[in-house]
């Protein structure tokens, strides 16, 4: 099972890649339009070309939170769970800008019975909040 799941991403990975790079490694070669591709925890994603600081992708990692011990039972969604955060940042002063929501994305595994899932926020300084 894992060596066809392997495959098959692999076979994702391929056909993103620009036709000269076909032997490129996952992370280094091209993709779509010439964009490389990393590996942001969860996907194959491709790189923004901005070539500076500001890039979004390059503390994608670190602007995540872990979120545990989801209590699906009571119905919580991830559009519930982002607007009640927003709610709870905004009421505590943790935001930026009151006036926009500094949460992106939010993510919950489905799985067997899994429980957890994570939250994407605009910027470092609010997740660290």
């Known amino acids: 099972r894992e060596k066809r799941r392997r495959k098959q991403q692999q076979e994702y990975v391929n056909k993103n890649r620009a036709p000269g790079q076909a032997g490129a490694a996952p992370g280094g070669g091209g993709g779509v ?3 490389s591709m990393f590996w942001d925890g969860f ?3 491709p790189r923004a070309d901005t070539g500076g600081a500001n890039d979004v992708n390059a503390n994608r990692k670190n602007r995540r939170l872990y ?3 989801l209590p699906y039972h009571l119905g919580v969604t991830e559009d519930s769970f982002s607007k009640q955060l927003y709610e ?3 009421d505590r ?4 800008d009151p006036n926009q929501n500094p949460v992106l994305h939010v993510w919950f595994a ?3 019975g899994a429980n957890y899932g ?3 926020v605009a910027s470092m ?3 660290e909040r």
């Open 88 to 90: 709870t940042m905004r």
């Open 43 to 45: 996907q194959w994603v």
């Open 118 to 120: 994570f939250c994407e």
């Open 110 to 112: 489905r799985d067997k």
């Open 67 to 69: 979120l545990g011990n």
């Open 125 to 127: 300084e609010e997740t």
């Open 33 to 35: 339009g010439g964009q």
């Open 93 to 96: 002063g943790m935001c930026n």
